[in-house]
C-alpha cells in the first residue's frame, strides 16, 4: 500500500457490524437474527473507488446503507474526519449526510414522479443552502450539462426519460450536494449494455473532475475490473478478500473469489468452449444460520476440518492484498 | 449445430409483425422479424430492453399481453402455422412440443402448489399419465436438472427453494414432454453469476442428452458466447445482424451489433481507461424514424439510411451471415 498509505484514509471502517431481528412464521412466533454485517474493517482513500462485490445476501448493500447510517450499526466505528458517524445522532450527522451521498439502481423509484428533473435536482441544493435562491436556477443547468443532459430536461418529467437519462438525473442530484463520497449502489445493473457504458464513462469523468470517491457496489465483475482502484469481495456478512484491482483479479488468493472469477462469462465463443470452469455447487447458506468456521466451507472446494471449525483471521497476506482464509496463510500460490 | 443440408427449419418465422394498442394509435413493436430455428440447434436473440426479442417469442405460443398482437407473418413449426392455429390446438403444442422457461421463476410458479404437482402438470395434461406415473416422471425430471434430493423436494412448496433451484424446477417443468423446443427468455438475469454458471452447465448438460433445439433469449452477449450455435441480433423490433456465433463474434457487420460488443466490458483485459459506448438511446415505438431504425445513433450513417430500411441480405459470399445494413459490405472487407 505504499502509495496510499501516506495519505489519510477518507473513511475508516472498523468491526462494523449489522444485525437485523426478523420475526418469521405466520405469526411472528419465532424470532431470528440476520447476520448481514459481521466485523467488517477498511478504509477507503480519498479519489479511489473501492468495489464492492458479492452474491446477493453478501451483505454488500448492508454494507454501504451503514456506512452512510442510513442503517445504524450494532456495532463498530465508520470515522470519517476524525468523528465517529455510528455515535452522532440525527442533527449532528446532517452536514455529513449532504458530503456522503448515494445513487440506487432503480432511478425511477428514487425520483418523485410530481417533480421535474430541474426541482428535483434543485432541492438539495435549496435544503443544504447551497446557492442564493437567485442562483439556483444556473446551478441546477450546470449540473444537467455535467451530466450530459440539455438544459431543456429541466422541464420534464421523470417518466418522459429512458433509464439511462433517469440515472443520469439521479448522478446530478447527488452531485448537487457537493459530496466528497458517493456509494453507488448497483447503479448500473438494471442499465442496458449500451447505456451502461455510457454511465460508467460519466461517473469516471466526474470522478476525476471532482475529485470523487466513490464505493461501488454491483456484482458485475467485468465492470468492476473495468472501473475499480482496489476490490472487496463479500460473502455471508463478511470480507474474503480486499486487493488493489489487478492483484485480486490477477492473483486472487480465496478460493471464492477464484470461483466467483471463473463463473464470468466472456463474450469470446472459442475462449469460452475451451475453457474449463470450476462451478461451485449449492447455495448461499442463509445469513439467519451462518456456518461456523469460515463462512464459504460448506461450498468451498478445499475445505478442511480446520475451515469447519475455525474462523479465519483478517490479515495481510503481501502489501495492500488482504485475505480470510487459512490456505492462503502461505501467501498463496 | 447446423446442418449444411437446407432441410426444413424446425421453426420458420417469417416477416412478424406486432403492435400495441396506446392512447396515439397502434405502435409497431416488432417490424417484420425473420427467423429460423434447425433442428438440434440452439440460437441466441441478443437485444437490448424493447427491442421486442421477448415479444416475439410470446407471440409464438399465443401468450401476448391485452393490447399487443400479431398484425401480419407466420411461423411455421413442424409444417404447421402457430400463428393461424386455433387456440385449442395451439395449447396441445405449448408446453408440450415447445417448453418455455421465463425469467423470474418465482412470478411464474405458483407459490400455493406444491413443485412436485407443478411439474406432474404437463405431464397429466399432454401425456394422459396417471397422477402415479407422472408423480414418478416428476421426481425423474427434479434429478435430471440437478436438484438434490429430488424426490423429497416434490413437496416443497416454491418459498423453499433458492432462485437457482426454482430456475431448475422451471426448466423441469420445460423440458417434461421432450419438447421438440425450449424456449428461454433471459433464464439465469435474475440469479448471481455462480448460480448462472450452474444453470448454464446444466442446460448444456440436457442438451447433448435430449437434443432438443433452444431459443436463448438475453441482452448479455458474454453469456451466450460458449452456448450458441448462431445469434440474430434485434434492434427496435427488426433483426439487424444473423450470423454463426464465431462470425458474429469475430467480425460483426452491423454498426449496433459492433457497437455492443465494444461496450461490454472485458474480464480478461486490463480496464481500458475509457469504454466504447453507443451515443443515444433506442427509439420508443411508435417513433421510429423512416430509414434505418439505428441511424440517429450511428457513428456512420449517411444520407440514405435515413430515407430507407436497409433489407436483411447475406453478405457478399452468401452464407449464413445475413446483415441489415448498407455500410455492411464495405464494414466486413475492413474488417478481413
Known amino acids: 500500500m505504499n502509495a496510499l498509505a501516506k495519505t489519510e484514509p477518507l473513511l475508516q471502517i472498523e468491526g462494523l457490524t449489522k444485525h437485523f431481528h426478523v420475526r418469521l412464521g405466520a405469526f411472528g412466533e419465532r424470532e431470528a437474527v440476520v447476520h448481514a454485517l459481521d466485523d467488517v474493517s477498511f478504509d477507503i482513500m480519498p479519489g479511489e473507488t473501492l468495489s464492492v462485490v458479492g452474491e446477493s445476501g453478501c451483505g454488500k448493500s448492508t454494507a454501504g446503507f451503514t456506512i452512510l447510517q442510513l442503517h445504524r450499526p450494532t456495532a463498530g466505528r465508520i470515522r470519517y474526519q476524525g468523528r465517529n458517524l455510528a455515535g452522532l445522532d440525527e442533527k449532528a450527522l446532517r452536514p455529513y449526510r449532504r458530503e456522503l451521498q448515494i445513487i440506487f439502481q432503480d432511478p425511477y423509484s428514487t425520483l418523485n414522479p410530481r417533480m421535474t428533473i430541474g426541482e428535483a435536482i434543485a432541492e438539495p441544493i435549496l435544503f443544504h443552502k447551497l446557492a442564493p435562491k437567485g442562483e439556483v436556477k444556473s446551478r441546477v443547468e450546470r449540473l444537467l450539462a455535467d451530466v450530459g443532459l440539455p438544459v431543456r430536461f429541466a422541464m420534464r418529467y421523470p417518466h418522459e426519460l429512458s433509464g439511462g437519462q433517469r440515472q443520469r438525473v439521479a448522478i446530478a442530484r447527488a452531485l448537487a450536494c457537493e459530496p466528497k463520497f458517493i456509494v453507488c449502489d448497483e447503479a448500473i445493473s438494471a442499465l442496458d449494455v449500451s447505456i451502461q457504458a455510457q454511465i460508467i464513462n460519466l461517473l469516471l469523468e466526474l470522478q476525476r473532475k471532482y475529485g470523487l470517491t466513490y464505493l461501488f457496489i454491483a456484482h458485475d465483475l467485468a465492470v468492476v475490473r473495468h472501473i475499480s482502484t482496489r476490490v472487496a469481495v463479500m460473502y455471508l456478512g463478511r470480507v474474503a478478500e480486499l486487493a488493489p484491482r489487478d492483484r485480486l483479479f490477477g492473483s486472487p488468493l480465496h478460493p471464492y473469489t477464484r470461483a466467483l472469477l471463473s463463473a464470468v462469462p466472456e463474450a469470446d465463443p472459442a475462449y469460452e468452449r475451451k475453457r474449463q470452469r470450476q462451478i461451485l455447487q449449492g447455495d448461499v447458506p442463509s445469513p439467519m444460520a451462518p456456518p461456523a468456521g469460515c463462512r464459504f466451507h460448506t461450498r468451498c472446494p478445499l475445505a478442511t476440518d480446520r475451515c469447519r471449525v475455525e474462523m479465519p483471521v483478517w490479515r495481510e497476506a503481501s502489501p495492500g492484498h488482504h485475505v480470510a482464509c487459512h490456505l492462503a496463510e502461505g501467501g498463496g500460490e | ?336
Not at chain 2, 391485452?66 to 403444442?93: Q, T, Y
Not at chain 2, 405431464?123 to 425430471?141: D, F, I, W
Not at chain 2, 417434461?176 to 439465469?188: G, S
Request: proline share 7%; hydrophobic share 40%.
Open chain 2, 1 to 336: 449445430m447446423a446442418g449444411e443440408k437446407p432441410q426444413e427449419p424446425l421453426l420458420n418465422v417469417r416477416d412478424l409483425s406486432i403492435e400495441v394498442a396506446t392512447r396515439n394509435g397502434p405502435a409497431r413493436i416488432v417490424d417484420g422479424i425473420s427467423l429460423t430455428v434447425d433442428k438440434g440447434e440452439t440460437l441466441g436473440v441478443v437485444g437490448e430492453s424493447g427491442c421486442g426479442k421477448s415479444l416475439t417469442m410470446l407471440s409464438l405460443l399465443g401468450l401476448l399481453p391485452n393490447k399487443i398482437s400479431v398484425i401480419g407473418g407466420s411461423a411455421i413449426f413442424k409444417g404447421r402455422d402457430l400463428l393461424a392455429m386455433p387456440h385449442r390446438e395451439l395449447r396441445k403444442v405449448r408446453g408440450g412440443e415447445i417448453g418455455f422457461v421465463f425469467q423470474d421463476p418465482m412470478t411464474s410458479l405458483n407459490p400455493v402448489v406444491r413443485i412436485g404437482q407443478q411439474v406432474m402438470e404437463p405431464l397429466l395434461y399432454h401425456r394422459n399419465m396417471s397422477r402415479a406415473e407422472a408423480r414418478k416422471r416428476a421426481g425423474e425430471l427434479l434429478k435430471l436438472v440437478g436438484i438434490p434430493g429430488a424426490e423429497e423436494r416434490l413437496d416443497n412448496y416454491p418459498h423453499e427453494l433458492s432462485g437457482g433451484m426454482r430456475q431448475r424446477v422451471m426448466i423441469a417443468i420445460g423440458l417434461a414432454c421432450d419438447p421438440a423446443l425450449l424456449i428461454a427468455d433471459e433464464p439465469t438475469t435474475a440469479l448471481d453469476v455462480t448460480i448462472q454458471a450452474q444453470i448454464v452447465d446444466i442446460v448444456k448438460e440436457l442438451r447433448a442428452k435430449l437434443g432438443m433445439s433452444i431459443v436463448w433469449i438475453t441482452h448479455d452477449l458474454a453469456l451466450i458466447a460458449g452456448l450458441v450455435d448462431r445469434v440474430v441480433v434485434l434492434y427496435a423490433g427488426t433483426v439487424v445482424e444473423d450470423a454463426p456465433v464465431d462470425v458474429l463474434y469475430e467480425n460483426p457487420a452491423h454498426p449496433y451489433t459492433r457497437g455492443l460488443l465494444a461496450s461490454i466490458p472485458r474480464l480478461k483485459d486490463e480496464g481500458a481507461e475509457k469504454l466504447s459506448s453507443i451515443g443515444g438511446t433506442p427509439p420508443e415505438p411508435g417513433r421510429r424514424p423512416a430509414g434505418c431504425a439505428f441511424a440517429p445513433r450511428c457513428p456512420i450513417a449517411r444520407a440514405e439510411c435515413e430515407r430507407a430500411a436497409p433489407a436483411l441480405e447475406p453478405l457478399k459470399g452468401g452464407g449464413p451471415h445475413r446483415v441489415a445494413c448498407f455500410a455492411a459490405g464495405e464494414i466486413a472487407e475492413a474488417v478481413a
